[in-house]
C-alpha cells in the first residue's frame, strides 16, 4: 500500500478511535451494539434478496427449458387445414 494513502488511513483511523473515546463508555457500547445490529439486519435482508433472487432464476431458467423443449417436439396434433 502507498505510504501516503498510509497515512491517510491511519488518520482517519484516528478520528474514528477518537470519536468513540469521546464518548461515555456505556454510550460508545450501547452505539456499537446498535450499529452492529443494524448492520447485521442490513446484511440479512440483502442476504434474502439474493437468495429470493437465485431461486425466481431458477425457477424461469426451468420454465425456459420445458419451453425449448416443447417448441423441439413436433407437432403431435397437428391443425387440419379446411379446405
Request: proline share 7%.
Amino acid at each position: 500500500m502507498p505510504e501516503k494513502w498510509e497515512m491517510k488511513c491511519n488518520f482517519f483511523s484516528y478520528l474514528i478511535d477518537s470519536f468513540w473515546a469521546s464518548l461515555p463508555e456505556q454510550t460508545a457500547n450501547d452505539l456499537a451494539a446498535f450499529k452492529k445490529q443494524v448492520l447485521n439486519n442490513l446484511k440479512d435482508g440483502i442476504s434474502s434478496l439474493i437468495d429470493e433472487e437465485l431461486y425466481w432464476t431458477d425457477r424461469h431458467l426451468e420454465n425456459a427449458r420445458r419451453m425449448r423443449e416443447q417448441y423441439r417436439r413436433p407437432a403431435e396434433n397437428p391443425p387440419s387445414n379446411p379446405s
